[in-house]
Nanobody, 116 residues
């Protein structure tokens, strides 16, 4: 059974930092690419950052240079370090395998709120 548990969100002032974590289980994490997504109120879920099983990373233009995705294979956990946060980064953040496992669903997400 696939489980994705996101944590680390909170309320932060613009310019601040947060580190999100996503603990994954139910699939072979070490050979899986992982992705962080976010969904702001009234908007569709969007891709934020991706990391391959070997650690190759890619980012949406909106977060490039500010966010860093990383992973710990020993802990089956993927992280998102978010620096220089902006009001427009406010969203619920989710992680998932890339591609998602059919029928597995999503975690509960973690709320990030950036005050301007």
């Amino acid at each position: 059974q696939v489980q994705l548990v996101e944590s680390g969100g909170g309320l932060v002032q613009a310019g601040g930092s947060l580190r999100l974590s996503c603990a994954a289980s139910g699939f072979i994490f070490s050979i899986s690419a992982m992705v962080w997504y976010r969904q702001a109120p009234g908007k569709q879920r969007e891709w934020v950052a991706r990391i391959s099983s070997g650690g190759i990373t890619s980012y949406a233009d909106s977060v490039k240079g500010r966010f860093t995705i990383s992973r710990d294979h020993a802990k089956n956990t993927v992280y998102l370090q978010m620096n220089s946060l902006k009001f427009e980064d406010t969203a619920v953040y989710y992680c998932n395998r890339s591609p998602p496992i059919s029928g597995a669903g999503w975690g509960q997400g973690t709320q990030v709120t950036v005050s301007s």
